[in-house]
């Protein structure tokens, strides 16, 4: 392995970390579709192949961006469907995504607020799976407005995330985000 494998090697998971974060801060500020990776490259002071090293499209890098929250999300479903009735399941969905959307507000801004980025998670099997699931916890009937309603609540709450005031602390803003989904899904307040 030459010198500069080894180099790479290093320091790859680091440049891969700068990259994403990088494409966060650019999709926030100029949209999915606004953002191309040689407008990443530039701001990291990279080459294009630089990018296309770690990802060859922009899609796989919302992804590789993404993977992570859906992890997350997944294992909110599956713990919330575990729950013994649908009142504890709704509870469990509600709870788990709005700690979510609390701790990652930049991610559920992009989300949210961007088309472009909802059509590629849409167009993600695991994805729309997951969001599925989701609509189905927090809604006890499957007609068009159930669906509507749960949906209005996820939204809801990843908005809400995504605009709450920077100071606001994740537990606090956690907290209000299950309050605010109470009321959209008209469950009685707890406490």
């Known amino acids: 392995m030459t010198r ?7 320091w790859a998971p680091t440049t891969r ?11 926030s500020r100029y949209s ?9 490259a530039d701001e990291l002071g990279l080459t294009k192949a630089a990018i296309y090293y770690h990802f060859r499209t922009r899609e796989q ?3 590789a961006l993404m993977k992570p929250i859906l992890a997350e999300i997944a294992d909110v479903v599956v713990a919330a469907e ?21 701790t990652h507000r930049r991610l559920a801004a992009v989300t949210t607020f961007d088309p472009s980025v909802r059509d590629v998670l849409r167009s993600q099997p695991e ?3 997951v969001i599925d699931r989701q609509l189905a916890l927090l809604t006890d ?14 939204t809801g709450l990843a908005g809400g995330a995504a605009t709450a005031l920077p100071e606001l602390d994740d537990d606090t803003l956690r907290a209000q985000l299950i309050e605010a989904g109470r009321r959209i899904l008209g469950l009685p307040a707890k406490g």
């Open 4 to 10: 500069s494998a080894v180099g790479e090697t290093k």
């Open 17 to 27: 970390r700068r990259m994403l974060d990088t494409a966060l801060e650019l999709f």
């Open 32 to 40: 999915f579709a606004g953002t191309s990776l040689q407008l990443i």
């Open 61 to 63: 890098l919302l992804l």
């Open 82 to 102: 575990r729950r013994r009735g649908r009142r504890a399941r709704t509870e469990a969905m509600l709870a788990g995504y709005a700690g979510i959307v609390a």
């Open 127 to 129: 994805w729309a799976a």
């Open 141 to 154: 009937e499957g007609s068009p407005a159930g669906i509507l309603n749960a949906a209005v609540t996820l």
